[in-house]
């Protein structure tokens, strides 16, 4: 069964098809690659999705629901989480409150909460606190709770952004470059947590640049070139299929 599908999708930028007439779907519970060299739409792709970005048409569907055009706030709510490929974090406050403030838009969740703080609110910040620490300690953080997000390595940030994703408990997981600029043994724990996500039958739709990052990560990848699809499939059979091997000759590699 499919939890996202995507049909006909259209945006352009003054000129630019960013992306060209693109649907896929995504199966539940799966972990899937959108690949393709740099500039190629995926980014977009996410936005479109997300509802940060408007289609000029095409239509997208989540959990049996027409979500095209739904703002990112709804989007959240109804079970998308996702990660930005330049970090957004809160440099100047702690790691846990990151994760805490990463509650905001999930279920029930008031905006105003705090200005009316009763007991049971209180209580709630503790339950919160507890699953935030819960969180930090699922992506190996929980040690640098405390530290300023300011002060964590690149990597560090990495995990960081994936946990405050996390404390919204999504159903999808859109990961917009989440191996990026990792050295060997934190890409190792990224793909773990990826790995244990899904075993708890999350789905995720992961964005990469590089063909070989999305082997034995990916059940399925789909491949994108000037915003159109050249291949979709295992990414095995994709990694030599003669469209894309010609998309990526001649583009530089970040
Ligand atoms: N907000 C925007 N305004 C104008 N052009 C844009 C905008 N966002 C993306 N583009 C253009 O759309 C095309 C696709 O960009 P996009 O960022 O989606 O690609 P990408 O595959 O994510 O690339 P990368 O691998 O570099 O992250 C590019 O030509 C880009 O310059
Ligand atoms: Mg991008």
Do not use: W
């Not at 200005?115 to 609110?121: A, E, N």
């Amino acid at each position: 069964m499919a939890i996202l599908r995507v049909e006909n999708l259209f945006k352009e930028f003054d000129g630019i098809k960013a992306v060209d007439g693109l649907s896929f779907e995504v199966e539940s519970g799966s972990i899937c690659g959108l690949v393709g060299p740099n500039g190629s739409g995926k980014t977009t792709v996410f936005n479109l999705i997300c509802g940060y970005l408007k289609p000029d048409k095409g239509r997208i569907n989540f959990r049996d629901r027409e979500i095209t055009n739904l703002s990112p706030d709804k989007n959240a709510r109804l079970g998308l989480g996702r990660t930005f490929q330049n970090i957004r974090l809160f440099p100047q406050i702690s790691v846990l409150d990151n994760v805490m403030l990463g509650f905001k838009y999930s279920k029930g969740e008031r905006f105003f909460a705090a200005l009316f703080q009763t007991k049971s609110m209180k209580e709630e910040e503790r339950e919160k606190r507890a699953k935030a620490e819960e969180i930090l300690r699922f992506v190996g953080l929980i040690d640098k709770r405390n530290k300023l997000a300011e002060n964590l390595s690149h990597g560090q940030r990495k995990l960081l952004e994936l946990a405050r994703v996390l404390a919204l408990d999504p159903k999808l997981f859109l990961l917009d470059e989440p191996f990026a600029g990792l050295f060997p043994e934190t890409k190792r724990k990224m793909l773990d947590l990826m790995r244990k996500l899904k075993e708890k039958g999350r789905t995720i739709l992961f964005v990469e640049h590089d063909m070989n990052s999305v082997m034995g990560v990916a059940e399925k990848v789909i491949v994108l070139n000037y915003g159109k699809k050249i291949a979709e499939g295992k990414p095995e059979e994709v990694k030599n299929n003669e469209k894309v091997i010609s998309a990526y000759l001649g583009k530089r590699k970040v």
